[in-house]
Nanobody
Framework: QVQLVESGGGLVQTGGSLRLSCAAS????????MSWFRQAPGKAREFVAR????????TYVDSVKGRFTISRDSAKNTVYLQMDSLKPEDTAVYYC??????????????WGQGTQVTVSS
């Protein structure tokens, strides 16, 4: 079994920065991709960013492009989300998830517990 533990959330003012971390532990860890999602109060969970575990290909939702950067440290089984120029609309619980390929389809089988990010105006 794989466990994902997020950290790094908190309260920050508009324009500030935070770096989230997601550490994986458990059995041999080799996902297809690692992603960050977020869920604001009263809203559906949305995709934020993804990085392939092999290589450096990244994908972002348009609303965070140029402000957020996803990266990984394979040796530490850790993925990061550097968040700069934060806005109040970035306020949400942020989750990391590990994507595993099943029959040529990627499913997010493992999820962290979430970390709260609050951006004050």
């Amino acid at each position: 079994q794989v466990q994902l533990v997020e950290s790094g959330g908190g309260l920050v003012q508009t324009g500030g920065s935070l770096r989230l971390s997601c550490a994986a532990s458990g059995r041999a860890f080799s996902p297809y991709a690692m992603s960050w999602f977020r869920q604001a109060p009263g809203k559906a969970r949305e995709f934020v960013a993804r990085i392939l575990w092999s290589g450096d290909s990244t994908t972002y939702v348009d609303s965070v492009k140029g402000r957020f950067t996803i990266s990984r440290d394979s040796a530490k089984n850790t993925v990061y989300l550097q968040m700069d120029s934060l806005k109040p609309e970035d306020t949400a619980v942020y989750y990391c998830a590990a994507g595993i390929v099943h029959s040529k389809k990627v499913d997010y089988d493992y999820w962290g517990q979430g970390t709260q990010v609050t951006v004050s105006s």
